[in-house]
C-alpha cells in the first residue's frame, strides 16, 4: 500500500520534464545575472555595455552589489524553463538596470566632473572663492573691531 501511494505521489508531483518541475535558486539566478552584466548583454546602450565589459568605474563591483541587493533569499522564480522562456528574467534585469545605471552615472559626473566643478567654484573670481573672501574679511573686521574696543 505504501509503494502504490508514492508511485501515485512521484507521478503528480514530478509529472514532466525536469526544467518545468525545478527551477533556479537566488544564488543562481545572481551569478547568471552578473556573468551576462559583466559581458554586457544587458547594457541599455553600448556606452554602458562599454562600461560594464571594460569594469570602468568599479562597475563589476556596482553590479554585484545592486544584483545581490535585489535578488534576495526568499524570491521564487518559477521553473527553469519558466525563467528563461516567459520574461521573468527580462523583469529582473528591467529593475535592476534603473539602479545600477543611476549608480554607475553617478560615479561617471564624481570622477569627471569633480576637477572642472572645484576648477570653477575654486577659480580666482570664482563662486566660492568669492563667498570665502567675504567671509574671511567679515571676520577680520569683527576681530579688529573687538580688540580696539578692548
Partial sequence: MKSILM???????FDGPWYENAGPSAD?????LIKKYVKGWHAKDDYYKYIYINN???SHKIIEEEVTKGITENMQF???RGYATFGIEEAIIKSLNKFINRRIAIEILTHKFKGSLN??????????TRKLKEDFESK?????TSS???
Fill in 28 to 32: 543562481k539566478v545572481r551569478k547568471d
Fill in 56 to 58: 570602468i568605474y568599479d
Fill in 7 to 13: 508511485q501515485v505521489y512521484y507521478e503528480t508531483m
Fill in 119 to 128: 576648477h570653477y567654484l575654486y577659480k580666482p573670481g570664482g563662486i566660492r
Fill in 140 to 144: 577680520k573686521t569683527k576681530s579688529s
Fill in 148 to 150: 580696539t574696543s578692548s
Fill in 78 to 80: 518559477g521553473s527553469w
